[in-house]
């Protein structure tokens, strides 16, 4: 079966069928009842997307609360909360469910999946009510995303553009069909366009500020009201969100109000989201969002708390007035990047060295490090994709992740790497010390985790010196390729295609750790045979893709192009008064990063809280 009629199976087969039109909140009704809103089947498209509960179908009203420790230029949770593409994963754990319909209804390939045809819900509205249509989706990706002059941080160019620059032409079918065609093989971007934020901004409402459509106008005020924070107009930030912005207090609150044009319904009918009100209020830092939530003054954290709020949550957990539950997210640990471009001669061959990086791994005592400072709830791993990712592979993956520190010390005497004057620190055969400079910034977790690991490997010879930095500066010196070492998230590892700029080289001064790869190739064949797989497995379909992602994979595992400490059980906390709260997900970048897996929208009040 080829795969035009693959992907139109497929789609027909989840494509969700509402039998009836159910209930509506009814702050909505009163406004119905008022001539101030048409009713709910005008409001609704012709076949709404069901999200099916968690748990149970919700009941109306009430406001969830969260506590941020302050807001991001991109805040988050107004931009972030549906994630409005075509397509979208299977929540909570999207490696595990296929693709699955959102604002497209269906869609098609064809053949050679340059050409991909979609058909989108009829009758979706914006949240002012004018309609969603083709135009809109026209307008955002040609007149915004592929305008240098409009500045956007809302969501990543990765998600659009493929290893070559695969940006479509877009023809328009009619207001609810469009086609893109593409100038190579694109089947990955089922997958980009289940991540982005959005796939459409509302032409009527932008257009206004557009220098394209308003001479008057300049980019300066479009990439202003471009802002996710803020109300742009009266009724709020024109959006297909769940809910709308109406209040902006920096350094404050942020509030939400249900959209009242909202196109997806629960199982039986009943338009979403249950909650009436969104809020999101400034806690100061992240212990405040961590005691907050222990208190009920806020209903739910995933982002701001982890490790360090643990104890306190298990030793309270329980007592009079402390009314939540603790989950747990599978989410990427500590990272330790090797420059293979450093501008110091001797790093960049102690980095270039294989038997350097499988002995540096080895030293690591990664079951310590879990216990101490992770509750037990960290696996050790190699240089490996995620366990819970369609490209792991089970017997390359956890290669040079066993604290074995005799034999990290084999693999350097048999490489002459030995120290030569007596001073407890190793050299490589051309003299080079392994000696290097670990650039880090002030983390919770990662700080003591970085100075266990700096004792244990100067028991196999190796000096490592930790350089804190503030974290703006240390990112700067990592994109840039200036560093020795460098601390990060292992992130961008369940979908390695959907970020692979950040392990190939697909453009001058990436990845941030090979800097020089695109213009001078790898430093090793095996780093080029890795570059090799993933941009193939970048243009083709995407089973034949998760196969050579393996290939590259199992590469990436045996030549340790760098450290991934290990795999963690991220806490995350709810209030109890929460229905259709999961206890688990995959916390990634590639899926959405930590909001998506939440699905407020079904979230509903069991029982009124009770705040401090």
């Not at 009430?62 to 972030?80: I, M, Y």
């Not at 791994?361 to 791993?381: E, G, K, N, V």
């Not at 002030?442 to 930095?469: C, F, Q, R």
Request: hydrophobic residues 35%.
């Amino acid at each position: 079966m080829n795969a035009k009629k693959v992907t139109s199976l497929l789609a027909s087969l989840i494509l969700p069928v509402v039998c009836a039109i159910g209930g509506e909140s009814p702050m909505l009704k009163k406004m119905v009842d008022e001539g101030k809103l048409p009713p709910l089947e005008e409001r609704l498209p012709e076949n709404p997307l069901v999200e099916n509960p968690v748990s149970e179908v919700g009941k109306y009203g009430g406001k969830l609360v969260l506590g941020t420790a302050f807001f991001l230029d991109d805040e988050r949770l107004p931009s972030r909360v549906d994630r409005n593409g075509f397509f979208q994963f299977s929540y909570p754990f999207p490696a595990q469910g296929p693709i699955k319909p959102n604002l497209a209804e269906s869609w098609e390939w064809n053949d050679d999946g340059t050409k991909l045809t979609i058909n989108l819900r009829k009758g979706i509205k914006w949240s002012d009510g004018e309609p969603f249509t083709t135009e809109d989706v026209i307008f955002f990706m040609e007149d915004i995303v592929n305008d240098e002059k409009v500045a956007y941080i809302w969501f990543y160019e990765s998600n659009f553009y493929d290893a070559e620059g695969n940006f479509p032409k877009i023809k328009k079918i009619d207001d609810n069909t469009i086609e893109f065609e593409y100038d190579a093989t694109a089947f990955l971007f089922e997958k980009k366009y289940a991540n982005v934020v959005w796939q459409a901004l509302p032409k009527h409402h932008f257009k206004t500020w557009h220098p394209k459509y308003n001479k008057t106008s300049s980019y300066e005020t479009l990439n202003e009201k471009l802002k996710i924070l803020g109300a742009d107009s009266e009724g709020g930030r024109v959006t297909l969100n769940a809910w709308v912005v109406d209040e902006y207090v920096p350094d404050g609150k942020l509030h939400m109000t249900r959209n009242p044009y909202y196109w997806k319904v629960d199982s039986k009918g009943n338009q979403l989201p249950y909650f009436d009100e969104f809020e999101i209020i400034i806690a100061g830092d992240r212990p405040a969002v961590g005691l907050g939530n222990m208190t009920g003054e806020f209903d739910h954290d995933h982002m701001w708390t982890g490790f360090p709020h643990y104890s306190m949550w298990l030793e309270e957990q329980g007592k009079p007035q402390r009314d939540y539950s603790i989950g747990f997210s599978n989410a990427p640990g500590m990272k330790i990047n090797f420059n293979f471009d450093s501008e110091n001669e001797a790093a960049r061959k102690i980095n270039r060295s294989i038997d350097f990086r499988r002995a540096i791994s080895l030293a690591i005592d990664r079951q310590a490090i879990s216990r101490t400072l992770a509750f037990d709830l960290m696996t050790p791993i190699g240089a490996a994709w995620a366990p819970d990712s369609p490209y792991f592979d089970d017997e390359s993956g956890y290669l040079y992740s066993e604290y074995d520190p005799e034999k990290a010390k084999k693999i350097l005497d048999d490489a002459n790497i030995i120290d030569r004057d007596n001073d407890g620190i190793r050299e490589l055969p051309s003299g080079e010390k392994l000696e290097l400079i670990w650039d880090m910034y002030a983390h919770d977790l990662y700080t003591p985790m970085s100075e266990m690991i700096v004792e244990t490997v100067k028991g196999i010879g190796v000096n490592l010196i930790l350089n804190e930095k503030h974290q703006t500066l240390h990112n700067k010196n990592f994109t840039s390729g200036n560093f020795e070492l460098s601390t990060h998230d292992f992130e961008s590892y369940n979908e390695p295609l959907l970020m692979i700029d950040k392990w190939i080289p697909t453009k001058p001064g990436s990845p941030n750790f090979h800097v020089k790869a695109y213009e001078n190739g790898g430093f090793s064949k095996a780093y080029n045979e890795f570059t090799r797989l993933l941009k193939q497995a970048n243009t083709t379909s995407i089973e034949e893709g998760i196969a050579l992602g393996r290939e590259a994979g199992k590469i990436m595992a045996e030549n340790v192009f760098m450290i991934h400490v290990g795999v963690r059980k991220r806490p995350f906390i709810n209030s109890n008064r929460l229905g259709n709260m999961v206890l688990e997900s995959t916390r990634v970048q590639e899926y959405g990063n930590f909001d998506p897996p939440f699905r407020y929208m079904q979230v509903y009040e069991k029982y009124p809280p009770n705040r401090p």
